[in-house]
């Protein structure tokens, strides 16, 4: 069949019939069309490049169109794009499996790989709730979370979500109901306060009983407001869930390959969870790919009571072009100054942005690793300000109150330089300063 859709129509069509996310169908901003992409730049259809501030949310971090993750999947193309993982396996898979065990905390050695960030988070929940079933524990079936967090779209993952960002009420009868403590408070060094873990506390003492497991975001709470906060809170949390017999479950899916300063968020607390959750940066960008990863101990209690068999398996599970992307993706980031490269990031986030601290307007900046947040007291206009960011040959995607980036790693001083100035440009003509 030739093209159903002209150069003068298909935008039009796209518009009227495709969803995008969180967005209406009818009457939405309509989407910018992107023809190409190259390291940090976007080309539109139009021919107007812009430097990318997003990563596309957190995943391209080496940049897009590598050489290098291109010839990964073209060779894996020719071998095999896909085969089932039901009964079949392949090298890939176990490279993939080999790279993110030698990566993570010792302890986790159990891999099990799905399609995207949300599926492996209600892996994590149902590999939580099936180990307490293998104990003989059913009754521990609910989650523990913190307030502003985000853990995907699909029903059990939104059921940890914020309640109010995730919209509960509108699912009340769809959802699970779980526990939520106060989020800890906002920090930009490591400083504590004892009382951050008081509600938390209380909550595991007074329903441990039913916990499975405490799902969070280890030190940055991304889509539920860039908030980072002290890592003195990760190791409170799990030295109550080990005396409350909890299991904890970090997903880092955000936070993962490096974007903090550290491989994993974890790290910087010392805390090893039980369970952790990675996606989003593991292919660079290229895939659709996530992985939970687990202890021996849990495995072993599942494999070795009934049903015998962890009751989970998407049917791309694997999928081996995925699995290429990210060994190759895995590979260029240890072979990288990767820790160099964040560091930098930090201190040029630092100068561009601190300044606005001052503005009226600007309640607060945030800097963490490759991670450089402005929070407005008001949120933004934002197809007043998308238009700014985009004459401005930049990418920016702000939500709410928050202005933020997460560039690709090998962003180069000029262009993170020429991104910093139109964010902050644009933020000032926004807040008429
Ligand atoms: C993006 C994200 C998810 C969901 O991943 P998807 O691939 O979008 O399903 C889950 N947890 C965190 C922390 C995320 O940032």
């Known amino acids: 069949m030739p093209n159903l859709l002209d150069d003068s129509n298909w935008l039009e069509f796209e518009k009227n019939h495709v969803w995008h996310p969180y967005a209406p169908l009818e009457g939405a901003l309509p ?3 992107v023809k190409n992409a190259q390291g940090v ?15 596309s949310w957190w995943s391209v971090i080496h940049g897009y169109n590598h050489p290098v993750i291109n010839a990964a999947a073209k060779a ?30 010792e302890p986790l050695t159990r891999v099990f790989f799905c399609d995207s960030g949300s599926v492996s988070v209600e892996v994590a929940i149902k590999i939580a709730i099936q180990y307490w079933h293998s104990k003989g524990q059913p009754g521990k079936q609910r989650m523990l979370t913190i307030r502003r967090g985000y853990h995907g779209d699909t029903c059990g993952a939104m059921a940890v979500c914020d309640p109010e960002t995730g919209m509960h009420h509108l699912f009340a009868e769809a959802l699970p109901k779980h526990l939520f403590a106060e989020a800890p408070t906002v920090t930009k060094d490591a400083e504590w306060r004892d009382e951050d873990i008081a509600d ?16 969070l975001e280890p030190l940055v ?11 003195e809170y990760l190791r409170q949390v799990r030295s109550l869930c080990d005396s409350y017999d909890v299991l904890l479950i970090a997903d880092e899916i955000a936070t ?33 790919l996530a992985a939970t990863l687990t202890t021996s101990e849990i495995s072993q209690a599942i494999s070795r009571n009934a049903p015998k068999a962890f009751m989970h398996g998407p049917t791309f599970m694997a999928n081996p072009l995925a699995c290429a992307t990210a060994n190759a993706s895995i590979d260029l980031l240890l072979d990288s100054p990767w820790q160099e490269r964040i560091a930098r990031m930090s201190e040029t986030f630092f100068e561009h942005l601190q300044p606005c601290q001052d503005w009226g307007g600007v309640a607060d900046v945030r800097i963490k690793g490759g991670i450089g947040v402005l929070e407005l007291e008001q949120p933004v206009d934002m197809p007043s300000i998308t238009m700014r960011f985009v004459d ?19 962003i180069n001083d000029e262009e993170l330089n020429s991104l910093l100035t139109a964010m902050t440009e644009a933020v000032a003509e926004e807040l008429c300063i």
């Open 76 to 105: 894996q193309l020719d071998e095999m794009s896909h085969v089932m993982f039901g009964g079949l396996t392949h090298r890939p898979a176990a490279e993939l499996a080999a790279r993110l065990i030698t990566l993570t905390p």
């Open 31 to 33: 989407p910018y069309p």
């Open 256 to 288: 993962g390959f490096g974007r903090t300063g550290t491989l994993f968020a974890c790290e910087q607390a010392e805390i090893v969870p039980d369970i952790m959750c990675l996606g989003k940066a593991i292919t660079g960008g290229y895939m659709s």
């Open 41 to 55: 730049h976007l080309t539109l259809e139009d021919g107007r490049q812009l430097i990318d501030g997003m990563s």
């Open 392 to 410: 401005k040959g930049v990418w920016v995607r702000p939500f709410g109150k928050l202005v933020y980036v997460m560039p690709p790693y090998i």
């Open 221 to 231: 709470q991304g889509a539920g407001g860039m908030r980072f906060y002290a890592p």
């Open 200 to 215: 938390f506390r209380n909550l595991v003492k007074q329903n441990h009983s039913e916990i499975a497991a405490v799902i």
